[in-house]
């Protein structure tokens, strides 16, 4: 009987080397596609003096909620329509806070999140629109007496303000 090659290999050393080959092709992926992710995650901790790993998932911002929910529905948006709806809801956020440090009436309310609308107008005709509304939703229950329904928040980006 004809001895093989792989009768001289251990199961130990097989599942090291298919251990070791799966540490580096999962790296490499990381490295390759998750590069910009990786960088912030590692820079926001420094930076913020904090642990990134605690942030609240309410204030998520709509890039890092749609990475969640599946890049491939964005791929036929621009880049720049992507940046665009990033930037906006930071400006929600920042809408939203500032709207209940003030104590600042629905109306108020409404007419701020317009005047914010009306500076993105390819998110308007985007399929990120939904996505902003949503958000825009999730922000204003935080706040009794901003609450929005969906339907509202759609037609802030309607309305001029009043």
């Given at each position: 009987m004809k001895k093989t090659m792989f009768a001289n290999v251990s199961w130990g050393s097989y599942l090291t080397v298919i251990g070791v080959i799966l540490i580096v092709w999962y790296l490499v992926v990381l490295l390759k596609f998750y590069r910009g992710d990786l960088k912030e995650f590692f820079s926001s901790g420094k930076r913020n003096g904090s642990d990134p790993l605690k942030k609240s998932t309410g204030s998520r911002s709509?890039?890092?909620?749609?990475?969640?929910?599946?890049?491939?529905?964005?791929?036929?948006?621009?880049?720049?329509?992507?940046?665009?709806?990033?930037?906006?809801?930071?400006?929600?956020?920042?809408?939203?806070?500032?709207?209940?440090?003030?104590?600042?009436?629905?109306?108020?309310?409404?007419?701020?999140?317009?005047?914010?609308?009306?500076?993105?107008?390819?998110?308007?005709i985007?399929?990120?629109?939904?996505d902003v509304n949503n958000l825009i939703v999730s922000e204003s229950e935080k706040h009794p007496q901003f609450s929005l329904t969906f339907a509202e928040a759609d037609q802030l980006w309607e309305e001029t303000i009043s």
């Amino acid at each position: 009987m004809k001895k093989t090659m792989f009768a001289n290999v251990s199961w130990g050393s097989y599942l090291t080397v298919i251990g070791v080959i799966l540490i580096v092709w999962y790296l490499v992926v990381l490295l390759k596609f998750y590069r910009g992710d990786l960088k912030e995650f590692f820079s926001s901790g420094k930076r913020n003096g904090s642990d990134p790993l605690k942030k609240s998932t309410g204030s998520r911002s709509l890039l890092q909620r749609k990475t969640h929910t599946g890049l491939s529905s964005s791929f036929s948006e621009s880049f720049d329509t992507l940046d665009d709806a990033e930037e906006l809801s930071v400006r929600i956020l920042q809408a939203v806070k500032e709207s209940a440090e003030k104590n600042l009436f629905k109306e108020q309310f409404q007419n701020y999140l317009r005047m914010v609308l009306e500076e993105y107008p390819y998110v308007k005709i985007s399929s990120l629109r939904e996505d902003v509304n949503n958000l825009i939703v999730s922000e204003s229950e935080k706040h009794p007496q901003f609450s929005l329904t969906f339907a509202e928040a759609d037609q802030l980006w309607e309305e001029t303000i009043s």
